[in-house]
């Protein structure tokens, strides 16, 4: 069973930094690109980053192009987000998917 757990979420001003992570389990997570998503207030799920299997491809939605950086562990079957300078815009609940499969999402919200 595909399993993808997200973290590090939380309030964080503009200007400042943040780190997501995921842990993946069940699948093998080395064989896979991985996407991460977000779902900002009433509106629909937009895709934000991907990454290739190996970690050495990466590409990046225009809106976080730039301030947001993807990595990815498979020793530890886990992946990264580093958010710099994220602004009110990037308030949402973000989502580590694989495939079909999502996470729980983690909550972070920009302000000030």
């Known amino acids: 069973e595909v399993q993808l757990v997200e973290s590090g979420g939380g309030l964080v001003q503009p200007g400042g930094s943040l780190v997501l992570s995921c842990a993946a389990s069940g699948f093998t997570f080395s064989s896979y690109v991985m996407n991460w998503v977000r779902q900002a207030p009433g509106k629909g799920l937009e895709w934000v980053s991907t990454?290739?299997?190996?970690?050495?491809?990466?590409d990046y939605a225009d809106t976080v192009k730039g301030s947001f950086t993807i990595s990815r562990d498979n020793a530890k079957n886990t992946r990264y987000r580093q958010m710099n300078s994220p602004k009110p815009g990037d308030t949402a609940v973000y989502y580590c998917q694989h495939r079909g499969s999502r996470g729980q999402g983690t909550q972070v919200t920009v302000s000030s």
């Open positions: 990454i290739d299997p190996g970690g050495s491809t990466t």
